[in-house]
């Protein structure tokens, strides 16, 4: 017979189970790099029509020499989720057999999909182990006191937003946020007043941008970078410019401490004679520097 206390420990382990699952049941069909360039990254297949391919114009781009650049196409309808190939030079492998160009092929759970030297595994959508590879995949990217995406995957994105935009002759801008003063705070009120300070401010920063299909970085101490596919110089100023007035009125509390925290902004946007992400960041970085020389909480523009 069952004591109490090993009933109670099994009916929480139950409702643990129940919680994963509910979890698990509200996340989408994924394709998971198991060997290739970028293992682990996992692609939410979201969309009824995601392209598959080097091409950085593709909805999933696989960074490998034998992928083509139009390597397949992932559909997507009522949850039944189907691979074509779409002729690519070297093939495309499901579970070692080879999907003829034009052929539809269902996938089922962990199938392998094999494209050049990368293969990739299919879940479904609500398959538990998304939650677990998801909550992973996070804290992997993720700074975990700002809840920001760490430096090495920001650079990581820059990268790969500005080939994209390169590719597509989109615009695309960066915005170097540097906080002032901060040394100031921590040796007035404390360290762990200062990362309340950072905790907030990256709120506050991160909600603004992802409002505005951009993504958020903690570069370090307290130095955040934004990328902002899509924006041209004059919207990534004037949105910099919103998130430093918010700053610069949001009060944070700490014990019964009131803080105080503006910031200079850096932006540069990129254009036809940028050579490269690495290029455009020393220039959204120099405006920084720009606006600290001016008198800090300000935004300041460094043309390419």
């Known amino acids: 017979m069952e004591d109490a206390g090993g009933a109670t420990l099994l009916a929480g382990s139950q409702d ?40 950085t114009s593709s909805d999933i781009v696989i960074d490998d020499p034998k992928v083509s650049r139009r390597q397949a196409t992932i559909q997507n309808e009522g949850g039944v989720v189907k691979l074509i190939d779409g002729g690519s030079t070297n093939g495309t492998y499901i579970n070692d057999r080879k999907v003829c160009g034009g052929d539809s092929v269902t996938l089922g759970k962990e199938d392998m ?14 398959a538990l182990e998304i939650h677990y590879i998801g909550s992973l995949e996070s804290r992997a990217h ?6 920001a995406y760490n430096k090495g995957y920001i650079l990581e994105a820059m990268e790969a937003e500005f080939k994209r935009a390169r590719a597509l002759n989109t615009e695309f801008s960066l915005l170097v946020v540097d906080l002032d003063h901060f040394k100031r705070v921590n040796d007035t009120h404390g360290h762990d007043a200062g990362d309340q300070v950072l905790i907030e401010v990256s709120n506050i920063l991160r909600i603004a941008v992802s409002a505005n299909r951009g993504m958020l970085g903690r570069f370090g101490g307290e130095e955040f970078v934004a990328l902002l596919p899509g924006h041209a110089e004059a919207a990534a100023r004037e949105l910099a410019e919103s ?20 910031a ?34 300000r935004v300041c523009c460094c043309p390419a």
Do not use: W
Request: charged share 25%; proline share 2%; hydrophobic share 40%.
């Open 16 to 55: 643990i189970l129940i919680s994963e699952l509910n979890k698990a049941s509200q996340c989408a069909a994924c394709l998971i790099v198991v060997r290739g360039t970028q293992q682990g990254k996992r692609y939410e297949l979201s969309a009824r029509s995601m392209s598959v391919g080097r091409d």
């Open 113 to 126: 999909i094999k494209v050049g030297d990368t293969i990739l595994k299919f879940l479904p959508q609500g």
């Open 142 to 147: 993720t700074d975990a006191m700002t809840r």
């Open 243 to 262: 998130m430093r007035a918010t700053l610069e009125r949001h009060l944070i509390k700490y014990e019964e401490k009131t803080i105080r925290m503006t």
């Open 264 to 297: 200079s902004m850096g932006v540069a946007a990129m254009t036809a004679a940028t050579p490269s992400a690495k290029d455009l960041f020393k220039l959204a970085d120099k405006a920084v520097y720009l606006a600290k020389d001016g008198g800090r909480n």
